[in-house]
């Protein structure tokens, strides 16, 4: 429920006595399960994003187009989801399931057969302050054809309105193009890991974005999926992390040292695996290994920037492989955050860089 007061009372005290109250607290008591998520309408916030009831009921359309509900969706033969044909969709959201102040996943599938580079977007309209886009294509494929977009964003009171409409933007209008799996869920809190997604298996984006460079999506990770940053213009460009969208900037307040590791390697442009080698102890870009700039910002504009050293596990670069463990212990230095990003740079120029398994998790201080 919202509310803008809270009151307590203290009653029923003894006649002819003074009663002394002191270090009166209120906190949030977090649920072990659910970690202080709170869903009052148990994910009905979207409705029939999976489109189930075989209908697209809910769902109108924008354009001169068509929309209606067709076969297969994501589940196979049997399972509908939503056909846009030179159309663009929208639907009302049960905007009061929203927890002003909590962070939310938004995610859909969709699978465009004609058009391998049809992309999809989605936004939330206030009918007052224009598309507010919070998710995008992840670069990664699944089975079937589908491919995902998803995004973060906090409820806000912006939000707060009877008419919040979920918007589907694809691109070109003019394609045919299944949506599936539309879906708004509240995100759990959990500081035992600051970077989501740290094994790139949502895929690279929006997560991370290319400062001079582009983001590609790396089949040759530690896993299914890495980070391939390509398209370099030069040392100092590289892929940085958006920690203000996709980070919970009340965890870096949560413990005082923190550890970022990372498995990182370089390879040929244009090329699918062959490698390059670098200088771990260089101190010149053109020859130099990989490095972070860690970047913080308070909310009275407070402003905190250091470039990590070259910290690898081994004495020297082992090109030919994920044998390369970036380690690093960062303290923030301020109190509270507005913005946080982690940015690659300041390596070798002609060389793509391969990340996967990027971590940053709490560790105790040295109190010795």
């Known amino acids: ?102 962070r939310y996943a938004i995610s859909a599938k969709y699978r465009d057969e004609h058009n391998p580079s049809a992309s999809v977007r989605l936004y939330l309209n206030n009918g007052e302050d224009g598309n ?56 759990p809190r959990d500081c035992n890991e600051l970077i989501f997604n740290s094994d790139f298996e949502l895929g690279p984006r929006p997560f991370w974005i290319g400062i001079g460079s582009s983001i590609q999506l790396a089949p040759n990770g530690i896993g299914h999926a890495a980070l391939r940053s390509t398209e370099r213009a030069g040392t100092v460009s590289g892929p940085k992390f958006i920690g203000k969208q996709y980070m919970d900037l009340s965890c870096l307040s949560s413990a005082s040292k923190f550890r970022i590791t990372a498995k990182v390697k370089l390879i040929r442009p244009g090329t699918p695996n062959d490698p390059v080698a670098c200088d771990i102890d260089s101190k010149a870009s053109e020859t130099a290994c990989p490095r972070l700039r860690i970047y913080e910002e308070s909310n009275n504009g407070e402003s905190s920037g250091v470039w990590t050293d070259r910290t690898y596990t081994r004495e020297n670069w082992l090109a030919n492989g994920f044998f390369n463990d970036f380690v690093y212990d960062f303290e923030p230095q301020l109190q509270d955050h507005r913005d946080f990003y982690l940015f690659w740079s300041d390596f070798v120029a002609d060389a793509d860089l391969i990340v996967d398994n990027f971590s940053m998790v709490p560790i105790e201080s040295d109190t010795s």
């Open 132 to 187: 507010e886009v919070v998710a995008f294509d992840t670069l990664r494929e699944y089975s079937g054809g589908w491919k995902q977009v998803y995004g973060h964003f906090i409820a806000q009171p912006h939000h707060e309105t009877e008419n919040l409409i979920l918007g589907i933007n694809k691109s070109p209008i003019g394609d045919s193009t299944l949506i599936d799996d539309v879906d708004i869920s509240p995100i």
């Open 1 to 102: 429920a919202n509310a803008e007061t809270v009151e307590m009372v203290l009653a029923r005290n003894w006649n002819g006595f003074n009663l002394f109250i002191d270090n009166v607290t209120l906190t949030v008591q977090e649920d072990d399960d659910n970690k202080g998520v709170t869903d009052p309408c148990g994910n009905g916030i979207v409705n029939d994003g999976s489109f189930a009831k075989g209908s697209e009921a809910g769902w109108r359309k924008r354009g001169v187009g068509q929309i209606f509900v067709a076969y297969p969706g994501v589940g196979g033969v049997h399972d509908a989801a939503l056909q846009l044909v030179n159309a663009q969709a929208e639907t009302t959201l049960n905007s009061d399931c929203l927890v002003m102040g909590q």
